[in-house]
């Protein structure tokens, strides 16, 4: 099972900062957290990931909080193209399997 | 650089049939997982395969086999086929424990 839980649907504006909350109250000290968008009957795109700190990178910002139990996803402009359906995932560390449990995700619709 | 290439695009089946999915991973990435994805859900982790021997399995019934070549590309076979094993096949590529990336998929119609 997912150990991620994720709101279902958010819209928002073109051109504005686009939020994806995730919590993850289980998560252990050497999951990291890992997010991945798909648009519509594509395969996923990998977005970002983080363990502590926070990350950017030229897609997006992974804020984690200092308990690691919840994280945010920033798309800072987001466009029309960037709606999709946002998984937010756990993943356990290669040792432990390493393989991607995905959710329902939540679906980012960005509004003109 | 080619990313993850899947084929066929698109299949269709009836049941009962057997069928063969392949990827070819990203250079110089040497694992391969192959997740399904019914409509309207998250991907499911099927098995991961790296230095030809399968890693790890997730949830599915001994029908669905794979297999990794020696160029670390990969083939998903899929036994005595069902309805229900009508989905977006998905494979992904990494180095080792690094990020997955995904392929375009197999969409697979058993009717």
């Known amino acids: 099972d997912a150990k991620t839980t994720q709101p279902p649907s958010m819209d928002c504006a073109e051109g504005r900062a686009a939020n994806l909350p995730c919590n993850h109250s289980?998560?252990?000290?050497?999951?990291?957290v890992y997010w991945y968008r798909q648009i519509h009957s594509q395969g996923p795109q990998y977005i970002i990931h983080?363990?502590?700190n926070n990350e950017t990178n030229e897609m997006a910002s992974l804020i984690i909080t200092e308990d690691r139990k919840s994280s945010t996803l920033i798309l800072p402009h987001a466009t029309l193209r960037d709606t999709a359906v946002y998984y937010c995932?756990?993943?356990?560390?290669?040792?432990?399997?390493?393989?991607?449990?995905f959710g329902q995700g939540t679906e980012l619709s960005v509004k003109p | 650089d080619a990313g993850v290439t899947q084929s066929p695009t698109h299949l269709i089946k009836t049941r009962g049939q057997q069928v063969t999915l392949r990827c070819s991973p990203k250079?110089?990435?040497?694992?391969v997982s192959w997740y399904q994805q019914a409509l309207g859900q998250g991907p499911q982790f099927i098995f991961q395969?790296?230095?030809?021997?399968?890693?790890q399995r997730g949830n599915f019934p001994d029908r669905f086999s794979g297999h990794q070549f020696p160029n670390y590309s990969s083939e998903l076979n899929v036994n005595a086929l069902l309805l229900g094993d009508s989905a977006l096949y998905l494979c992904?590529?990494?180095?080792?424990?690094?990020?997955?990336?995904f392929g375009p998929g197999t969409r697979l119609l058993v009717l």
């Open positions: 992904a590529s990494s180095s080792g424990p690094g990020t997955q990336y």
């Open positions: 395969y790296y230095e030809e021997e399968e890693r």
């Open positions: 250079s110089g990435h040497d694992t």
């Open positions: 289980t998560i252990s000290g050497n999951e990291y």
């Open positions: 983080g363990l502590k």
């Open positions: 995932i756990v993943r356990p560390p290669y040792n432990q399997g390493g393989k991607l449990i």
